[in-house]
Structures are given as C-alpha cells and as structure tokens.
C-alpha cells in the first residue's frame, strides 16, 4: 500500500473516497467496477487541470532549456502551453470516460478529463478564459523571474517530477517534488510550483516531505550525487506561486522534521488500521465510513458509483 500526503488529505476527508482510490480503483482490472473507479479517479477541477498543464509545460519545454543552456521564449512556451489547452480541452468536452475500453495512454497529450463534464453541462466559456488567462499569466510570471532561472541555470542537473520513496509503518511513502535541483558540493533544492490564486495555502508539510524522502529513499541512477549526505534540515526548499509572482523559502529544524514524520506514521498508521489486515482488493466500500461534512460530496469524483451503490 502506498502512502502520499494526497492520499492522507483524502483519507482525513473521506475514507471511502480513499477506498475508491487507493483500494478499487484499477486500470487493469476487467471487472467494470474498478475500471471506472480508475477513471474517475482521473477527473480534475478546472485548477487541478490548470495546474497539471502548469506543471507539464515546465517539465518538458523550460526545465530542459534550463539544463541545457538553451534560450527561453516566452512566446514559444505560451504557444505550446495554448496548444495542449486546446488538444486537452477537445477530449474533455468529448470526455474520455464515454470510452471506458481506451488506455489513458492512448491518448498521450491529449488527455484530459474534467469534473463538470461528467457531473454537470461542462465549463462555460468564461471559465475557460479564467483558465487559460491564468495559465499564460503563470508561465509568464516564472519566465521573468530571472533570479531563480540563473540560479537554475547553475545546477549540475534538474529533474523534474521524479518519484522518491522510502518505507514507513508498513507502507511505501510516495513523493513527487515538481523540481529537484543538484549543485556541486552544496545541498539538492526542492522546489514547489503552486498556481493558487491566493497566498492562503503553506506548503512547509508538503515540502519537509520532500526533503524527508529525498534524503531517505533509494537514490536513482541519475541522481549526481547521494542526497542521503544531507539532512532533511539542510535541503533547501523553494514554494514558487506562480499567479502571485513571488517566492517563499522553507526552513526546516529538527522539529519541524519530527512533526513531519509524526504526521506520516500517524496517518499510515490510522490507514492499516482502517485496512485490518486485509488486502485493499479484499476491502469493500462499506469497510470504511464517508464524510461527515456538508458539501464533501460535491467534488469527490466518485461520487457516481459510490451513491449508485447507496441506491
């Protein structure tokens, strides 16, 4: 079983959603049940979408111009940013769930699946504006933070959403820093892009368990150098809002890297529990409980199968 502080959120939220997610949904699975678990599970909000082609666009257009020493143009990656948006948003609105039988992959960049497609009439043509203003507004705001670029430009190597993993209570803790920076004989930098409209939202926990699991998992072949010859503590850790345009380090203490791996093994440990002892293939869903919250429901993307079996 694989533990990741998404899951950990879902589970505190509702432990049936988590059960859908993490126990029946399966891509593989001929049973028809657990395959449209898997793909519901791939539903995002319109900021969930927004900040997913964020992230895509980063990986594969700037950080390998970054690394490379290559010259940035603003206009070339607004352009392929808007070319994804567009591919995206057609299969969405034609909504890949009709097409239960079709691998994800199968649609390779085209893949999108959104929320208010399968639960109400779709986006509304200014939402879809909202969207793609933020977007664009969001690469443009990272693209002029020269600062941060040049740093980059310095490191030994960027690698960008790689899983990192270690074990913890039983259970394999997952993390996936949206950029891992190396330099010659200073610490690994962690960085976070966050495409929040508003600054309310602390990252610390999920970045201390970043620096937790880098530290701590197996290293990978292209790692330039073993992040297990640092401390948590020492990891510089970098949170870019990128709608905000600004920046807000973290820096961890002992404590706060006692916190962090307190707050693992407690939810861990309240997930086996909830499991007791069995497999999550041999779990059901009235195993676990649902939300207790008014309006929990409203953006599970399960919600389909879950109130279908409740009538």
Not at 282 to 309: H, L, S, V
Request: glycine share 4%; aromatic share 8%.
């Amino acid at each position: 079983m694989r533990w990741s502080l998404s899951s950990s959120k879902t589970f505190r939220r509702c432990q049936r959603q988590w059960f859908f997610k993490m126990c029946l949904a399966s891509p593989k699975a001929k049973d028809p049940v657990r395959r449209s678990a898997y793909l519901l599970g791939k539903l995002q909000s319109l900021a969930a979408w927004r900040g997913s082609l964020i992230d895509s666009v980063i990986a594969r257009e700037v950080v390998p111009a970054l690394q490379w020493g290559r010259a940035i143009s603003t206009n070339a990656i607004l352009a392929e940013a808007r070319r994804l948006f567009d591919l995206q948003l057609v299969t969405a609105r034609a909504h890949p769930l009709r097409q239960p039988d079709r691998t994800v992959a199968s649609f390779g960049d085209s893949y999108a699946a959104l929320h208010c497609v399968e639960y109400s009439d779709g986006p509304r043509d200014e939402e879809l504006e909202t969207t793609w203003g933020e977007i664009a507004a969001a690469l443009t705001n990272l693209l002029g933070m020269t600062q941060l670029l040049d740093h980059l430009r310095q490191s030994s190597r960027l690698i960008a959403g790689r899983s990192l993993q270690f074990s913890c209570c039983g259970m394999t803790v997952q993390a996936v820093p949206d950029l891992i920076a190396f330099f010659p004989g200073r610490p690994p930098l962690l960085i976070d892009w966050k495409a929040h409209v508003t600054g309310t939202v602390d990252a610390w926990l999920q970045l201390a368990i970043y620096a937790i699991a880098l530290t701590r998992c197996e290293p990978h072949n292209d790692f330039p150098s073993s992040p297990a010859d640092w401390s948590p503590e020492a990891i510089e850790l970098l949170e870019v809002k990128l709608l905000l345009n600004r920046t807000r380090r973290h820096v961890l203490d002992e404590a706060d890297v006692i916190d962090a791996d307190a707050y693992i093994a407690d939810s861990a440990t309240s997930m086996l529990m909830a499991l007791d002892g069995k497999k999550g293939s041999e779990t059901r869903q009235d195993d676990f409980p649902t939300a207790t919250f008014d309006g929990a429901c409203n953006w599970c993307p399960f919600r389909k199968i879950c109130w279908e079996a409740v009538l």
